[in-house]
Nanobody
Framework: QVQLVESGGGVVQAGGSLRLSCAAS????????MGWFRQAPGKEREFVSA????????LHEEFAKGRFTISRDNAKNIVYLQMNSLKPEDTAVYYC???????????????????WGQGTQVTVSS
């Protein structure tokens, strides 16, 4: 079992930055690929970024490239999402998720992930 707790959301003006954190319980954090997803009101949950269990492989969705950075600290059981140059369309609830993997890969499919956090609200005002 892995429990995930997100933090760092809030209200920020367009062009601003936020850093989301996701703290994981348990001693097996380094065996999970981690992902960030988001869901805006009235829209489906969408993939944002993923990082392999070593941190050596990273994927960002197209809208996140150049603005968002995913990273992880396996010693602290934390994964981060640094978000810069935020836009009003980034407003959503952001979720982190854990995917038990047997290699150093990742997935952008929500169905691949075994555990989810409760989400943290990010609101970007124009």
């Amino acid at each position: 079992q892995v429990q995930l707790v997100e933090s760092g959301g809030g209200v920020v003006q367009a062009g601003g930055s936020l850093r989301l954190s996701c703290a994981a319980s348990g001693r097996t954090f380094s065996t999970y690929a981690m992902g960030w997803f988001r869901q805006a009101p009235g829209k489906e949950r969408e993939f944002v970024s993923a990082i392999s269990r070593s941190g050596g492989n990273i994927l960002h969705e197209e809208f996140a490239k150049g603005r968002f950075t995913i990273s992880r600290d396996n010693a602290k059981n934390i994964v981060y999402l640094q978000m810069n140059s935020l836009k009003p369309e980034d407003t959503a609830v952001y979720y982190c998720a854990a995917d038990r993997t047997w290699d150093d890969g990742y997935s952008r499919r929500a169905g691949s992930y075994d555990y989810w956090g409760q989400g943290t609200q990010v609101t970007v005002s124009s």
